[in-house]
């Protein structure tokens, strides 16, 4: 595996578009924010139309809601029928066995191959948390579109004592693509499974080495309480070449090499921001990958219509008391923040007008925060979410030696060279 090619012929290269944690329907009852996730999506799609790929791979979370409305499941039906259907010849073979890639479907075919349907675009998705499998038939939203034939839905376990992943096998031309996925699973259960043994992932029996490997999984990525709280990349096997990691909001577009597996690592983040948690301030990006036999090269393509997001953290000073000082004070921040969010929408002005704001005061002991509701509405013109603009924290000492970095240390390599 190598990173990094040179003018591959177009009918030797396999091209993907990339993109994880959409959450359709996040917000969608807000007047400002409802359309934000279909917009940003959407815009996913006509880069994925712009770019002549040959294929969309979503890594989880493609609804925000387990059970989405009828009206976010319409705009998402619309939205793939309008981008990803047509006449335009789909040059990938699949080789796998269809029945065992799309088991527990009423149609285990690629939606491509489905003479009753024109796709010009296949997309492909496993499930995230928010839009996992539920009920005594163990259906989700992404059945629905499966059935619909708009998207080709994978990764789906029947079962949780032990899990078998098959491969999904493509070719074009010499160029050879297993696609494992693994939809989201309770992160303390799968590690264990990890541990014992409990997941097989099963390789291509013919010319293993000659298949370019890609992982798609939907888990957390770093640890956030008891160890069993997250995956470790070490878990997963040493012959992938590719991990495509969801669930992590946190756009990290540079490739990052884990050494133990070899296998390098994108965690591609949201297309949308579901909190005002400092990560969602990173330029949101979806991703061009073209592969060529053993080769590959990756292109980040920052995403324009995402809502400006603008996150400061600020101390409160002692000797302010009184609410109209607190509220002065706030408010020179929030002024500021909102010229950097001007400063903004002139660099793109795709993006929406009303910003996301998020100030984080730490206040002392002795001192009463003041009503956030109330603060915002002298931004209501002006903030797209007036009633939480203000995050008040209390004040407490925080032991440096305990705390631990934001994610884990990886190395990148120098002869990287990210196109």
Same mark, same amino acid.
């Given at each position: 595996m190598s990173e990094g090619y040179e003018n591959p012929p177009e009918e030797e290269s396999l091209s993907i578009l990339v993109a994880t944690d959409n959450h359709l329907g996040y917000a969608e009852d807000d007047p400002i924010r409802g359309e934000d996730s279909f917009i940003?999506?959407?815009? *996913?799609?006509?880069?994925a139309v712009h770019q002549k790929v040959d294929m969309i791979l979503l890594g989880g979370d493609l609804f925000h809601d387990n059970k989405p409305s009828r009206a976010t499941v319409h705009k998402a039906t619309t939205l793939l029928r309008k981008y990803c259907f047509g006449d335009t010849p789909i040059q990938i073979e699949?080789?796998?066995d269809q029945t065992v890639n799309f088991e527990g479907s009423q149609f285990p075919r690629v939606n491509y191959e489905d003479p009753n349907l024109n796709v010009a675009? !296949? *997309?492909?998705? &496993?499930?995230?948390?928010? #839009? #996992?499998p539920a009920g005594p038939q163990g259906l989700c939203a992404l059945d629905m579109l499966s059935a619909s034939g708009v998207l080709n839905?994978?990764?789906k376990a029947s079962t949780v004592k032990e899990i078998t992943i098959h491969p999904i096998l493509l070719r074009k031309g010499p160029t050879k693509l297993a696609i494992y996925g693994l939809g989201s699973v309770r992160d303390e259960r799968l590690h264990r499974m990890f541990k014992d043994e409990k997941v097989k992932v099963l390789r291509p029996e013919n010319d293993k080495d000659d298949w370019f490997n890609i992982f798609v999984i939907h888990q957390n990525h770093v640890k956030r309480g008891a160890p069993t709280s997250y &995956? !470790?990349? #070490?878990?997963l096997p040493d012959f992938i070449d590719m991990v495509i990691w969801g669930h992590e909001h946190d756009? &990290? !577009?540079e490739l990052n090499l884990n050494e133990t597996i070899n296998a390098y690592i994108l965690q591609p983040g949201s297309s949308v921001a579901t909190s005002l948690s400092e990560g969602e301030t990173l330029p949101k990006h979806c991703f061009k990958l073209q592969i060529? $036999? $053993?080769h590959f090269c990756l292109n980040k393509i920052p995403l324009t219509t995402v809502r400006p997001f603008i996150? $400061?953290?600020v101390n409160l000073p002692e000797e302010l008391k009184e609410d109209k000082a607190i509220t002065s004070f706030l408010q020179f921040h929030v002024d500021e923040m909102l010229d950097r969010a001007n400063q903004m929408k002139e660099e793109n002005p795709n993006a929406p007008e009303l910003p996301l704001l998020r100030l984080r005061y730490h206040y002392p002991e002795t001192t009463t925060p003041i009503n956030s509701a109330k603060f915002g509405i002298e931004y209501k013109d002006r903030a797209a979410n007036t009633r939480d603009i203000l995050h008040p924290v209390k004040q407490k000492e925080v032991d440096a030696a305990t705390a631990g970095p934001a994610f884990p240390s990886r190395r990148r390599p120098s002869e990287m060279r990210l196109i």
């Open positions: 940003a999506f959407e815009e *996913v799609l006509q880069h699949f080789l796998s675009i !296949p *997309v492909f998705s &496993i499930h995230g948390n928010h #839009d #996992d839905y994978f990764g &995956i !470790p990349e #070490d878990y756009c &990290i !577009p060529w $036999k $053993k996150f $400061k953290d």
